[in-house]
């Protein structure tokens, strides 16, 4: 499922960096998946977001409540 899904997946462990990319997601971004494995999702940000990603999840990490970080995004 993960493999054949037509939306881009993005599995990223609990300090932000890319674990696991589908097909669909290195159509949609352009990337290569040796590009992105190993780095901070935050590659893939702009803005507001690639600044503070980081600081929102680890606020996540301490309190446990989804504000950003782990709520459903599209």
């Known amino acids: 499922l993960f493999t054949a899904a037509v939306d881009g997946i993005i599995v990223i462990n609990g300090a932000g960096f890319i674990e696991q990319v589908n097909p669909a997601l290195l159509s949609l971004f352009g990337y290569a998946e040796k590009d992105l494995i190993g780095n901070n999702v935050s590659i893939l940000m702009t803005g507001h977001d690639r600044l503070m990603h980081d600081r929102f999840l680890e606020d996540y990490v301490e309190t446990g ?7 459903g995004r599209e």
């Not at 409540?65 to 709520?71: E, K, N």
Request: proline share 0%; charged share 15%.
């Open 65 to 71: 409540q989804a504000r950003i970080i782990g709520v």
